[in-house]
């Protein structure tokens, strides 16, 4: 079970972290993932991190402004939020894949709820 949490209104150009915790003993076999999901819009991928944390991915739109990260010791993964746009606007999801880390919303397994994430221009 994934639980997200975090998500806020925030001013553009402002910054939010978000959190998804995990139930179980096994968070440190799956790679997580970040997806988001604006009105009108289909699921995007966001980020992917591996099961150790060492490699990552990251759509264009978010690189250099989105950190994705993970705590095994605590079930968590992170998606850190920096220099917010009006356009990231959207429910973001965060997943669970039991094979590699991908970016394809079809390759992941488990999903968590849902956090909205409003930015104000």
């Known amino acids: 079970q994934l639980q997200a949490s975090g998500g806020g209104l925030v001013q553009a150009g402002g910054s939010l972290k978000l959190s998804c915790a995990a139930s179980?003993?096994?968070?440190?076999?799956?790679?997580m993932a970040w997806f988001r999901q604006a009105p009108g819009k289909e699921r995007e991928f966001v980020a992917s991190i591996s099961r150790s944390g060492s490699n990552a991915y990251y759509v264009d739109s978010v690189k250099g402004r989105f950190t994705i990260s993970r705590d095994n010791a605590k079930n968590t993964v992170f998606l850190q939020m920096n220099s917010l746009k009006p356009e990231d606007t959207a429910v973001y999801y965060c997943?669970?894949?039991?094979?590699?880390?991908?970016?394809?919303?079809?390759?992941?397994?488990?999903w968590g709820q849902g956090t909205q994430v409003t930015v104000s221009s």
């Open positions: 997943a669970a894949d039991r094979a590699a880390i991908s970016t394809k919303s079809s390759e992941y397994d488990y």
């Open positions: 179980g003993r096994t968070f440190s076999s799956y790679a």
